[in-house]
């Protein structure tokens, strides 16, 4: 009998370590790898096959990696994928004007080249005659294919840019500077790609399609994020707000023509500078404020996408974030 008692005790002891375990081991934990592309060499933590002439150059912006597009390509010996049902894929980069040398650049595709199936999501962009390039999404999956693609929404060459792609419950849906483009259907049985896919940056991975122009950062999250979420070039250093500072919100998130500011105390406040994703100053700022405690930036002019109001007051600096969408 205290042999059975005792054997009861221990292995409840146990029961409630592994319960405890359990219960501190984060359930929602969501797997991202951001990788700064500023080398050539271990981007990510992972092993990197270079092919061609590819450059880590100085930009306004900080180092990235330049593509001249006739060869050069990044082979990077992971698939930041991995199992997941869902994920957003992220890339910050400034493509040339190169038409008609590189009209179809797959400038990113994650596949393991040994799949039979060739299961494998890519993004690509088409430039025309003008110069103007627009994105091109694609999953191709063990069941179908889906291609989104429009190319009346042009966008201008050698400027900085976020493009992105989602998916979840089988919708895939593309993003230029945080503004959604399209969407559409594509379904998959067992996985999206094979757990031992590679990424390649700067061309497909069989070596046609080849990108120019530069690349800064790139992103994978195992999860569908809205644009709010997405990465963003920060347009300056943010400091946490002392007691003293004054509290400011901004609405509506999602602008149209206007965004409001609303703040408790005036006078505390020296200069609003409206900033975009790539840290440039699309105004001089304003320096008149409006009574009634609130200003109201005109935002009819600007381009879709992320935008950032950074307010000075005394030595603080607060930015808030919000998206044009006409």
């Known amino acids: 009998m205290r042999r059975f008692v ?137 069941q179908a294919n889906l291609t989104l693609i429009d190319s009346n929404r042009v966008h201008p060459t050698g400027e900085w840019m976020h493009a992105a792609i989602t998916y979840k419950d089988n919708v895939l849906k593309t993003y230029v500077n945080g503004v959604q483009e399209l ?20 061309a497909r991975m069989n070596m046609k399609n080849w990108y120019n122009g530069y690349m800064k950062r790139f992103r994978v999250t195992q999860k569908a994020l809205s644009p709010q979420e997405f990465m963003t070039i920060q347009p300056t250093a943010v400091r946490e707000n002392d007691a003293d500072a004054p509290e400011i919100s901004i609405f509506p998130a999602i602008a149209d ?35 009634n405690n609130r200003v109201e930036i005109n935002t009819t002019g600007l381009m879709p996408g992320i935008y950032f109001v950074v307010i000075e007051a005394d030595n603080t600096t607060t930015t808030l974030r919000f998206v044009v969408k006409h």
């Open 183 to 202: 969407s559409g259907t594509v379904a998959y049985t067992s996985e999206i790609v094979a757990p031992s896919a590679k990424t390649s940056l700067g």
């Open 257 to 291: 023509d206007y965004v409001n500011l609303d703040y408790g105390d005036a006078e505390k406040i020296t200069q609003i500078s409206l900033v975009n994703i790539y840290g440039q100053v699309v105004n001089a700022g304003i320096s008149q404020l409006q009574g």
């Open 6 to 142: 005792f054997l009861t005790i221990v292995l409840s002891g146990l029961f409630f370590q592994v319960v405890a375990c359990i219960r501190f081991t984060p359930a929602d934990t969501i797997i991202s790898e951001t990788w700064e592309l500023d080398t050539l060499v271990n981007i990510g933590g992972h092993q990197v096959t270079v092919l061609g002439n590819p450059q880590v150059v100085c930009t306004d912006f900080g180092r990235a990696v330049s593509f001249d597009g006739n060869g050069d390509m990044l082979l990077i010996d992971a698939n930041p994928l991995g199992t997941a049902k869902e994920f957003t894929v992220e890339l910050i980069f400034k493509p040339n004007a190169c038409f008609p040398i590189n009209t179809d650049p797959r400038y990113m595709h994650i596949q393991d080249p040994d799949d039979p199936e060739a299961k494998r999501v890519m993004m690509e962009i088409r430039v025309n005659s003008r110069n103007q390039w627009y994105l091109d999404g694609f999953m191709k999956t063990d």
